[in-house]
C-alpha cells in the first residue's frame, strides 16, 4: 500500500520568506506524486505532479517540487512566500495502473500561513 | 480543461431526510469518478469510486446503503446520502481525471453538508 506523510500540519512564513512544505512517500514502486492546494471551502486545485520524467517539477504560481528516491522526498517550495499562498496543502500519491480508476492517497495536509 | 462541476456547494438538511450531490464534468468524459469527504480540518479520505454503467466500489468501513452512487452517464454522477444524521455533516467533494494513469485528478469545488 501507499502512503504519504506530510511533516508539520502548520507552518508559518513572512511575506518574501522561502516556502519548504514536507512530503516523504512510501511506496514498493515508483509512484506517481502530486501537490495540491485547497482554500476555505473549496475543491483541490492540482500545483503539480511528478510521473517520472524531470525529478524537479515545477508547478503553477511560483511552486516546484523536487522528487529524490533516495530519501522517498519530494517536498514543495517556492523561493518567496505571498499572502495568496496561505491555504492548505495537500500531497498524495498514486501508483502506476493504467486506466482511469487509479486512486489517490492523500497526505493529512500542512495548513500555510503567511504574515506580513 | 478539465472542469468538474459539483452542485450544490451548500445544503441543510433536517435528519431524516435525503440529499443528493451532483458531480459533472463539464469538457470531458469520465468512465470513473471519485467520491472524497473531509472532516474539519482533516484529509480527505476516498468514501468510494463510481463507475460508468456499473455498481460503485465503497472503500472499508463505507456504508454502501447510506450513501447511494449512481454513475449514469460518462459526465455525472451523484451521491446521495441517505436518512441523513448530524454525524453524517461534512465536506463531500467529486472528482475525476481526464485521461488514464498519470493524468491528475480534478476536483470540484466540493459541497458542505449540514444535516440538522
Known amino acids: 500500500a501507499q502512503s504519504v506523510t506530510q511533516l508539520g500540519s502548520h507552518v508559518s512564513v513572512s511575506e518574501g520568506a522561502l516556502v519548504l512544505l514536507r512530503c516523504n512517500y512510501s511506496s514498493s514502486v515508483p509512484p506517481y506524486l502530486f501537490w495540491y492546494v485547497q482554500y476555505p471551502n473549496q475543491g483541490l486545485q492540482l500545483l503539480l505532479k511528478?510521473?517520472?520524467?524531470?525529478?524537479l517539477v515545477k508547478g503553477i504560481n511560483g511552486f516546484e517540487a523536487e522528487f529524490k528516491k533516495s530519501e522517498t522526498s519530494f517536498h514543495l517550495t517556492k523561493p518567496s512566500a505571498h499572502m495568496s499562498d496561505a491555504a492548505e496543502y495537500f500531497c498524495?500519491?498514486?501508483?502506476?495502473?493504467?486506466?482511469?480508476?487509479?486512486?489517490?492517497?492523500f497526505g493529512t495536509g500542512t495548513r500555510l500561513q503567511v504574515t506580513l | 480543461g478539465a472542469v468538474v462541476s459539483q452542485h450544490p456547494s451548500r445544503v441543510i438538511c433536517k435528519s431524516g431526510t435525503s440529499v443528493k450531490i451532483e458531480c459533472r464534468s463539464l469538457?470531458?468524459?469520465?468512465?470513473?469518478m471519485f467520491w472524497y469527504r473531509q472532516f474539519p480540518k482533516q484529509s480527505l479520505m476516498l468514501m468510494a469510486t463510481?463507475?460508468?454503467?456499473?455498481?460503485?466500489?465503497?472503500e472499508q468501513g463505507v456504508e454502501k446503503d447510506k450513501f447511494l452512487i449512481n454513475h449514469a452517464s460518462l459526465t455525472l454522477s451523484t451521491l446521495t446520502v441517505t436518512s441523513a444524521h448530524p454525524e453524517d455533516s461534512s465536506f463531500y467533494i467529486c472528482?475525476?481525471?481526464?485521461?488514464?494513469?498519470?493524468?491528475?485528478?480534478?476536483f470540484g469545488n466540493g459541497t458542505r453538508l449540514t444535516v440538522t
Open positions: 463510481s463507475n460508468e454503467g456499473s455498481k460503485a466500489t465503497y
Open positions: 472528482s475525476a481525471r481526464p485521461g488514464q494513469g498519470a493524468s491528475p485528478l480534478h
Open positions: 498524495a500519491v498514486s501508483d502506476r495502473s493504467t486506466g482511469t480508476a487509479s486512486k489517490l492517497t
Open positions: 511528478y510521473t517520472s520524467a524531470a525529478t
Open positions: 469538457d470531458f468524459q469520465a468512465t470513473t
